[in-house]
């Protein structure tokens, strides 16, 4: 017998530094029976072996001990287990200590590795050996069974290590997802890392002795053979390592060998032509030996490699387990790698082209990681033509691969190629993976960055060749005017800066050449210039490569925040932003003199300006380059009308004023300059305006000068304070007069709102302390007129007025009621706001009427273009609706309207998914963090009204019917619903319980009669919530049962049909079919006693539950934990162990769901087809996404 000395369990104990001095096991040979003390009880057994086995104990635990110290105590490690668990140390001397105890007894050496590679499984059971005598029974021997004991509850293996048949035990229960190789932290992943090098080592060191003695490797070969063919994964997982690691290891003696052999052939044909006249040499019979020998273990290491390969990988990498199929796969490019000769043909690499199919990420991600060192030798590359020329299609598709990992190695895999394979990508190829610089994650987008950069904008190879005429900037001009011509041919105009962070990692030098830039867009040769697309590109360009440089971050929405810059990066970007600013400074007035006419380039240029490092206006003495910005700033504006331009100008100035810096006072005189100016011209146009008869009689120039006036301003407001210009009465005038009249233009309307809105958000910031209490009452006063405006605008004949009204209105109320109190609690409570029941159903008719109400689309035939243009304003209105509806739901989740108002928003839920879903859901989420009893009624609310709605379109006389489309939409929503809740039921139990309370209350709301005999007419909703049962703990469900049994009389009425919703609601909460039996039978019995069920009942009345104990929710959680490993071991396999489901009825929780009652087995199918495979594993991945954010959410 050979019992374990250690389990898992005393390995983790070490691990911890808790581990006492252990005696150390010790090893014995008798009459062929190799036997371990570990199990051995009494003292005189004890006594007797170690008298039997004291030489050997010398020889081989002794010889092994490695002390390592814990805590001050030294623990002693005796077995190979324990000391490569304990840390490599020296992995030679191990393997020199067991090499050397093997020469001695090679069957207890043997032994010893076989319990090493059992204990490595996690196994923490008892290995028995015996040695077979007779042929007879070879066939016997080697049927491998696994069989179930249903006395002793302990799972047995029995299979063939030639020359022993080896039988494993050990308990069932154990747990077979949790094993050494799997294991995550530090400390295992070095285990995984000493196993692998332990057997590397092993067979390096017994190379040039024991390795050919027709014992040792056929014996751990047929024992790694047979643990891979366990239905036990860890056997499966860690002896297919240990195979394919040793497999490895022979290739590499393979190799020499190989070497040796041909070295030995040419000596011998040099040394027979040196002697061609004598009849013998003695040096001549040596290297003919020499050779014979080489031939000889080539040979059996050759037997050695075809018996691992089709006893091991070829069924492994099929198997059902993704990191069994991914450990084959990456060796098998290790064994090309390293013998390509033998293993570098289409025989080994169809594995791999078949895999690249395979449904598991880490599986494909193995296969390119392996391509990839082929394809990077260009000496290997030959002989991959079929390979390339049937699976190329595949790999081109694959960085649109969902793991971003995967992507990512494709796309290196690819670049690997177009390098080392001539013309195997295609143009159509090329085109298809140059778009993937647009990817939003960033590893994906430099990858394909690589690809762009190395095939279409460098010059390898002839890098002193220079463009004619490029001057100094030869090289960089003509890579940039590759670009721009590349960018313009995508047609994604709005992702430069995306384009440009792709190319960073690799073109940075060209990319960071700001003097070539300014350089071409400042000639005037007709022959080098740029055209007029062209030039904007490069101003895009070279904006986007400024932001970069200065920020030292990617773009928005590439990443998941920002950085933190190492050392080294904030010295680069100190650098960059020193160069940015030295240069721009004198060049940016010359570019807007330039292009000071088109407000597109004017736009991007004037964002440069945030970049600087504004100090150097001043150490370098560049105050009259400041002026000429300022000058050019200035003619900008007063030009200009365009959002864009001015809001860039306003920002402009906003950084430039900044008061920290020396240049403040030269820039703020020329804000003020400017303002005045502005603020002159508007009131002229608006003293023209009123002196006319009441302004019905002004001339579309007359409303453009005022219009481009009020937008002007407006721009400048947003960033700078206004409020000594008193902005407010001229702009509010305008509000007021177009509430009364409704004559002016929106064109005037939307930047007076947008100023009336600035003026009083500046005078809210102002106020302090100190502020007056007469000051305060005129901004009250001024705030409830504005807001009154508002909400008149709501009904305006112009959709843009509304919707602006709409937007402010929403902010504004949103600020004001969330002021902060710590400077002035008198003013917050003057200025305060809370909107009144009115204004909160104008606010919900509102979204109702202009978000979810579907507009007529007119069937007219048009052509591309203008379906073109429909697509694009569709998208724009797609846009507006969503902010519409976030700044609506803002209001909800700040708890400025009533949460219930929420119930109106999930009603369309299911119906404007696509387009609302994601908004309408996060909106679920920040309310029941809020408050999950009013979250969980709003819920209810929903589900009621549309209920109501559904039963008033329905004919009273024949009920509700269960299979039309709006009752089933109503289930569909409430099974959405339920979903958000997420996985843990603990944490969802007052929400859940409060909803089917609810639901109870409105099913039997309206019932005629005390009987509970007499049809409720809103009994159908009880089908609705019990979508949430599934959601409800085990006790809950109980005490929802009770509460529902206070509405009804036992036994029940269920004769017809219009009673199955009380029956299936019912069901829903009996827990299993031996409580709905006694439940049946007790005609109104309670499953617990009447006072506590009482008690419950009052509980749930008051919207209040039990006090669960700690013992019932880990009970429960450990009972959901298992139930969800009966339901993901179901879907692997249909075959089941009768044995192991006897076990199981007696393990399985009584109370499990019905869809969890499944009988359970661990990785029963040891091998199947990649297609069955890929159907098993297509049913796991086929999720509601809903399912997914819940768990997130949760």
């Not at 390293?338 to 690499?349: G, H, I, M, R, V």
């Not at 013309?423 to 090329?430: M, P």
């Not at 509304?802 to 209105?809: G, N, P, T, V, Y």
């Not at 119930?903 to 963090?929: C, H, P, V, W």
Request: glycine fraction near 4%.
């Amino acid at each position: 017998m050979i019992a374990e000395p250690n389990t898992a369990n005393n390995l983790s104990s070490q691990k911890e530094n808790a581990v006492n001095d252990e005696t150390v096991p010790e090893s014995a040979v008798q009459n062929g029976s190799c036997v371990r003390n570990g199990n051995l009880k009494t003292p005189r057994e004890k006594r007797k072996v170690q008298e039997q086995c004291e030489n050997v104990k010398r020889s081989s635990s002794s010889s092994r001990r490695v002390s390592r110290l814990q805590n001050a105590e030294v623990v002693e490690a005796v077995t190979l287990f324990e000391v490569v668990s304990m840390g490599k140390r020296a992995m030679q001397s191990v393997v020199d200590d067991w090499v050397e105890a093997y020469k001695q007894d090679r069957n207890v050496a043997l032994l010893d590795l076989i319990n090493f590679f059992i204990q490595c499984s996690g196994c923490q059971g008892m290995v028995t050996a015996e040695m077979f005598q007779s042929l007879r029974k070879k066939d016997v021997m080697r049927k491998m069974t696994e069989t179930f004991d249903e006395e002793t509850g302990l799972q047995y293996k029995k299979f063939m290590a030639y020359p022993w048949i080896l039988t494993v035990t050990w308990p069932v229960d154990t747990d077979n997802e949790d094993y050494p190789l799997i294991r995550t932290g530090p400390y295992w992943k070095k285990f995984k890392a000493n196993f692998c090098e332990f057997i590397a080592v092993l067979v390096q060191q017994c190379q040039c002795s024991i390795l050919y003695d027709s014992y040792l490797m056929d014996t751990i070969i047929s024992l790694l053979i047979g643990l891979a063919d366990s239905t036990v994964r860890a056997f499966r997982h860690t002896s297919t390592l240990a195979a394919m690691k040793l497999l490895t290891a022979v290739v590499s003696i393979h190799l020499n060998l190989d070497v040796n052999k041909h070295n030995a052939q040419r000596l011998y044909e040099v040394e027979k032509k040196r002697i061609s006249g004598k009849k013998t040499s003695y040096r001549l019979d040596q290297l003919e030996r020499k050779r014979k020998e080489c031939e000889h273990k080539l040979l059996e290491i050759q037997n050695m490699m075809n018996t691992i390969f089709k006893g091991t990988f070829l069924s492994r990498c099929r198997d059902v387990v993704p990191e069994i199929r991914a450990t084959c796969i990456e060796e098998a490019g290790n064994w090309m790698k390293t013998y390509p000769d033998a293993f570098l043909n289409d025989s080994y690499l169809k594995y791999f082209g078949w895999m690249l199919y395979d449904k598991q990420a880490e599986v494909r991600l193995k296969c390119l990681l392996g391509l990839q060192g082929i394809y990077r030798r260009k000496e290997l590359v030959s002989r991959m033509d079929l390979f390339t020329s049937r699976f190329k299609d595949r790999i081109v598709s694959m960085p649109l691969d969902k793991d971003h990992e995967v992507a990512v190695q494709a796309m290196k895999l690819l670049m690997l190629m177009s390098q080392n394979c001539e013309n195997v990508l295609s143009a159509e190829d090329c085109e298809t993976l140059y778009q993937i610089v647009y990817a939003t994650h960033r590893p994906l987008a430099a990858a394909a960055g690589e690809f762009l950069y190395k095939r279409l904008l460098s010059h390898e190879g002839d890098e002193e060749a220079q463009p004619k005429g490029g001057g100094m900037f030869g090289a960089s001009t003509d890579q940039l005017k590759r670009l721009i011509c590349f960018f313009l041919e995508s047609e994604v105009h709005k992702h430069v800066a995306y384009l440009v962070d792709s190319l960073w990692d690799w073109a940075g030098k060209f990319l960071k050449d700001w003097e070539c830039m300014t350089t071409l867009l400042l000639k005037n040769s007709e022959e080098e210039a740029l055209s007029n697309a062209q030039e904007s590109v490069l101003i895009e360009i070279m904006l986007a490569t400024v932001k970069e440089a200065a920020e030292g971050h990617p773009p928005a929405g590439r990443g998941a925040a920002k950085k933190i810059l190492s050392v080294k990066e904030k010295k680069i970007q100190l650098e960059d932003c020193t160069k940015i600013t030295e240069h721009y400074i004198m060049v940016l007035p010359q570019l807007l003199a330039k292009y000071s006419t088109d407000a597109q380039k004017v736009a991007n240029l004037l964002q440069i300006p945030q970049y600087y490092d504004l100090d150097i206006y001043t150490t370098g003495h560049l105050e009259k380059h400041l002026d000429d910005l300022l000058r050019e700033v200035k003619d900008i504006v007063t030009k200009h009308s365009d959002m864009s331009v001015l809001e860039a100008s306003s920002k402009t100035y906003r950084v430039l004023c900044s008061e920290e810096i020396a240049i403040y006072s030269q820039a703020d005189h020329a804000r003020t300059q400017l303002v005045d100016e502005l603020m002159e011209q508007l009131s002229q146009l608006l003293d023209g305006f009123w002196q006319k008869e009441e302004g019905f009689c002004m001339d579309a120039g007359e409303m453009s000068r005022m219009h481009s006036a009020l937008r002007r301003v407006a721009a400048f407001h947003n960033a700078h304070d206004l409020t000594k210009w008193n902005l407010y009465e001229k702009t509010s005038r305008l509000l007021v007069f177009e509430a009364e009249h409704g004559s002016l233009p929106a064109l005037i309307i939307l930047p007076a709102l947008q100023c009336t809105y600035f003026s009083l958000l500046w005078q809210l910031a102002a106020v302090s302390e100190n502020s007056p209490k007469e000051a305060l009452f005129v901004l009250r006063r001024e705030l409830r007129c504005f807001s009154q405006i508002c909400i008149r605008f709501l009904h305006h004949k112009n959709k843009d007025v509304r919707e602006k009204a709409f937007m402010i209105l929403c902010d504004w109320m949103l600020i004001v009621s969330h002021q902060d109190s710590d400077n002035n609690e008198e003013a917050v409570g003057l200025l305060g706001y809370i909107p009144g029941t009115s204004l909160q159903e104008k606010l919900l008719l509102f979204i109702q009427e202009h978000v979810f109400m579907e507009e007529e689309e007119e069937g007219k035939d048009l052509t591309e273009e203008e379906e073109g243009k429909d697509e694009s304003r569709r998208l724009d209105d797609l846009h507006k609706k969503r902010s519409l509806l976030a700044a609506y739901c803002k209001l909800i989740v700040y708890n400025v309207v009533e949460m219930a108002a929420a119930a109106e928003i999930y009603k369309y839920y299911m119906k404007t998914y696509n387009d609302f879903g994601d908004i309408i859901k996060e909106t679920l989420s920040k309310t029941r963090q809020n408050n999950k009893i009013q979250s969980a009624k709003t819920l209810i609310l929903c589900l009621q009204q549309l209920f109501q709605t559904h039963a008033e379109g329905q004919d009273s006389s024949s009920g509700v019917d269960f299979s039309s489309t709006s009752f089933l939409n109503m289930k569909e929503l409430a099974r959405r619903f339920s979903l958000t809740f997420g996985w843990d039921q603990v944490k969802s139990r007052e929400s859940v319980a409060m909803i089917h309370k609810e639901g109870i209350e409105f099913a039997f709301q309206g019932a005629a009669g005390g009987d509970g005999k007499c049809l409720p007419p809103n009994l159908s909703f009880l089908l609705i919530i019990s979508e949430f049962s599934n959601k409800l703990l085990k006790p809950d469900k109980r005490l929802v049962y009770a509460y529902l049994k206070r509405y009804i009389t036992e036994p029940l009425p269920c004769r017809g049909d219009e009673w199955q919703p009380l029956i299936s609601y019912r069901n829903s909460l009996l827990i299993n079919e031996d409580e709905e039996g006694s439940v049946l039978s007790s005609s109104g019995e309670c499953p617990m006693g009447t006072s506590k069920m009482s008690s419950f009942k009052r509980k749930l009345s008051n919207g209040s539950l039990p006090e669960t104990s700690q013992a019932e929710v880990a009970g429960e959680a450990l009972h959901l934990q298992h139930a969800s490993q009966l339901a993901s071991a179901a879907g692997r396999s249909r075959k089941r162990l009768k044995s192991r489901e006897v076990h199981l009825q007696k393990h399985l929780p009584h109370l499990c769901p019905g869809g969890l009652q499944r009988s359970y087995c661990k990785d029963r199918v040891k091998t199947e087809d990649i297609s069955e495979l890929g159907q098993a594993e297509d049913t796991a991945e086929d999720v509601d996404v809903d399912v997914v954010d819940a768990d997130q959410e949760s």
